[in-house]
Structures are given as structure tokens and as C-alpha cells.
């Protein structure tokens, strides 16, 4: 029997997304007890406000004539021509802005980058603990998801483990570092390693296997750590990157897709890109944020604030037993559950007021996500809650 809507679209809604319903789980219980007295670690939402300096640029470029009108599908050129030439300082590879696409964010960048790569039956590999909503945007397409987790504790990808799961249907793979969740940077090494796998992969099966590089994160990083150029390590690459964390601007929708320009056959990939941007129905980015993600590219609003947020939240957790690695990017912790389950786990952390999302919502059980984008206060009046639920999990064990 046919279904009234979409049956794929309804079937999805049934599973929705474990993020989602953490959050609607918080809201309920700050409603009934008072937001001072929940600890919600559910959701990447950058907190700190975009600095005056953004703000200001942001009220320029408003009143600037033709702002606002339609433009080419790939973008304002002068805006892609500073991208461009911030992707050839990093890569070492010649990008022009023929090679720049400007997005509706990196949701939208990943979308028509499927869009674009991707017939039925197509694989792309992902590196678990990763992102869940990849799994729409491939599946959208018709592609298939197989996921490889990665190395327990490091969050390192598994190369020997990538390279068995390549097949001949293996379209693409996506990696994403710094990691959402993990916080994983990762290694120059270990992306060495990658390229050799894929290159073994493009002799045996005959086509080249694309690395879709989802770096969102890209300037969320500490401690002096420095991020391998994807772009540099793999001619196949295509960037695509957000401004929704680096400038704290997510409900703009602003980003770039930027493909590596020694790919062969990169001209068809770059008109396939344009037509996908306009018929999958974002027609262009957001004219104005456009030109004010060009004059901040480099920036990462409220890095240092984020750090100590981290250094914060990761003392307490250890000092409450739990196990967890310190990241070296993005805004999250992701520390082993002290009981196999972790929805188990993260009903238990529910009961004392503490919203964690489980491993499983990112294709890793065992594992629990916490988001620093919360206040100090948040995270200090926390260290009981978390002593209390590492004692209700000893108990368990017991
Ligand atoms: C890993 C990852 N990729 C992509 C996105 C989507 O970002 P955007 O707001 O740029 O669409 C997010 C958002 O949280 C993310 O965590």
C-alpha cells in the first residue's frame, strides 16, 4: 500500500536523531527543575556571540549596492578568489576561484557534493565515531554508508581496516578532522598512510576513490595543534568547509566547497557542483555573509574560551574516574562509559540532570558526547553530578 508521504522520509522521522531527542529531553527537565539545575552537554551550538568586529562588518556590507541581488550559482568571484588563495597558501596546490563554490554551510556543501558524485549503490566509507546526518546526505542520493570505526581511544582511522572495507562500489570516503566528537585531530601519518590505501584501491578497481573532507572545526583547535592539509595529501580531494563554528555564525548557513584542482576531469565535477547548488534549491549562498566570511577567514571566535571550557570539563570528569582522551580540536569530549550500554549509560547520567548524547547516535557505542558550549558556572556546579553517576555506574558493576 502506498504510503500518504514519503515512506523514506517517514521512516526516518521514526529513528530521528539521538541529539535531537537529548535535546527535547533537556528542555523538559529545565522546565520542571530549572535550567541552573541541569547540566545539558547535549548540543554543538557555539556559544560565544560573533565579536563587534563581525558584527560591525556585518552592518557595512548590508547597506552596500547589489548586495542583495542574484548572482552566479558558484558565488561573489572576489569572495572565491580569497578563498582560493587561502586554500593554495595551505595545500601548496594552485586553487583558483574556479575551484570555490560558496555553500549553504557545510550541510548544504556535503549535500551537493553527494549530489554531485554519487549514483544508487554507490559506498562512502565514514570513519566512526562520526557525524550521523552523513548518513542522509549519502543516503539521500541513493549511496550506501559503510562505516569503519576507529582506533578505541585515539579515534585514529584504522587504515589496514579502511582499506579492507574499499571495494569496487566505493565511490568516496569522508574524514573529518577535527572530529565531531571524538575531537581527534587526525596525524599527518595516518592520512599518509590513507592516500597509499586509496591509490592501491584506484589501481585495483580502476577508478579513484574521492576524499570528501568535511572540516568544520578546521580552526577550532589547541594547544598549538596543527591540522594536516587534506588538500595537500590528496589530489582526489574535495574541501568543504563552514564559517558556522570558526566565526560562531551557524544560523547564517555560510561555508565553501573548495575541489582540489589537480583531480582530473575537476572542470565536469565543478559544473556538476554549480547545477546541484542551484536544482537541489539553495540557488546561491547568503549574498552578505558571502563577503563577511571573506574578510575573517583565518578566525576562531572564543578559541581561548573554549579551552578553558575543555581543560575545565575534562579535570572534573577524570577526577570523577571517568576515561576519556583530551582533544585536540573542535568543542567536545567524548569519554568511555563506565557500563557496556551507553544508552543505558546516558539514561543514568539523565536521572542526575545530566543531558549526554550516547556513542551510538555517532555509530560508536561504549562512548558518551559531551558539548563544552555551555557556561563555566554550567560545567563547574556539574563535578557532583558526574562524582554521583560514576558511583551509580560502580554500583552497577558491582
Ligand atoms: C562534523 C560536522 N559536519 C557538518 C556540520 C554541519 O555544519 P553547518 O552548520 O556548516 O551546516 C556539523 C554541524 O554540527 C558537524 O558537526
Known amino acids: 500500500m502506498r504510503t500518504m508521504f ?17 535535546f527535547e529531553q533537556g528542555s523538559r527537565l529545565k522546565a520542571q527543575f530549572g535550567a541552573e539545575n541541569v547540566f545539558d552537554f547535549a548540543l554543538g551550538n557555539p556559544d560565544p ?30 569572495v572565491r578568489v580569497k578563498i582560493a588563495g587561502l586554500m593554495k597558501s595551505e595545500s601548496g596546490r594552485e586553487f583558483t576561484a574556479d575551484d570555490v563554490i560558496m555553500v549553504t554551510g557545510a550541510a548544504a556543501g556535503l549535500s551537493v557534493t553527494f549530489h554531485s558524485l554519487l549514483d544508487p549503490g554507490d559506498e562512502v566509507i565514514t570513519i566512526a565515531p562520526y557525524f550521523m546526518e552523513y548518513n542522509s546526505y549519502v543516503g539521500n542520493q541513493g549511496g550506501v554508508v559503510k ?18 572495507a574499499i571495494g569496487p562500489e566505493t565511490k568516496a570516503i569522508i574524514l573529518n578532522s577535527p572530529n565531531n566528537p571524538s575531537g581527534a585531530v587526525y596525524p599527518e601519518a595516518d592520512l599518509l598512510a590513507l592516500a597509499e590505501a586509496l591509490d592501491d584501491a584506484e589501481k585495483e578497481f580502476g577508478h ?49 566547497i573548495a575541489v582540489c584542482p589537480d583531480m582530473e576531469n575537476k572542470e565536469l565535477l565543478e559544473a556538476a557542483m554549480i547545477y546541484s547548488n542551484r536544482t537541489l534549491g539553495f540557488v546561491n549562498a547568503p549574498a552578505l555573509f558571502q ?38 580540536g573542535a568543542f567536545y569530549l567524548f569519554p568511555k562509559c563506565p557500563v557496556a550500554d551507553d544508552r543505558l549509560f546516558a539514561e543514568i547520567a ?45 554500583k552497577r558493576s558491582c
Open 291 to 328: 563577503k563577511v566570511a571573506a574578510r575573517h577567514l583565518e578566525r576562531a571566535v572564543g578559541l581561548e574560551s573554549y579551552r578553558e571550557r575543555r581543560d575545565a570539563l575534562y579535570g572534573i570528569l577524570t577526577e570523577a574516574g571517568f576515561e576519556c582522551t583530551l582533544p585536540e
Open 208 to 256: 579513484p576513490v574521492y576524499v570528501v573532507s568535511d572540516e568544520p572545526y578546521l580552526r577550532i583547535v589547541y594547544d598549538g595543534v596543527r591540522v594536516p592539509s587534506v588538500a595537500r595529501i590528496f589530489k582526489n580531494s574535495i574541501t568543504v568547509n563552514s564559517f558556522s563554528k570558526s566565526l560562531a555564525l551557524p544560523g547564517e548557513r555560510i561555508g565553501y
Open 49 to 78: 556571540e560573533p565579536d563587534e568586529e563581525i558584527i560591525d562588518d556585518i552592518r557595512a556590507l548590508a547597506s552596500e549596492p547589489g548586495i542583495h541581488k542574484y548572482m552566479p550559482n558558484a558565488g561573489f568571484h572576489d
Open 6 to 22: 514519503s515512506e523514506k522520509v517517514c521512516k526516518s522521522l521514526a529513528s530521528g536523531s539521538m541529539i535531537r531527542a537529548m
Open 147 to 164: 562505516s569503519v570505526p576507529a582506533v578505541p581511544g585515539s579515534f585514529r582511522p584504522d587504515v589496514p581496516a579502511v582499506r579492507a
Open 350 to 394: 539523565l536521572n542526575r540532570r545530566v543531558i549526554v548524547v550516547a556513542g551510538s547516535g555517532f555509530a560508536y557505542p561504549g562512548y558518551f558526547r559531551l558539548s563544552y558550549c555551555v557556561s563555566m558556572d554550567t560545567i563547574r556546579n556539574s563535578a557532583e553530578a558526574f562524582r554521583a553517576i560514576a558511583e551509580d555506574c560502580r
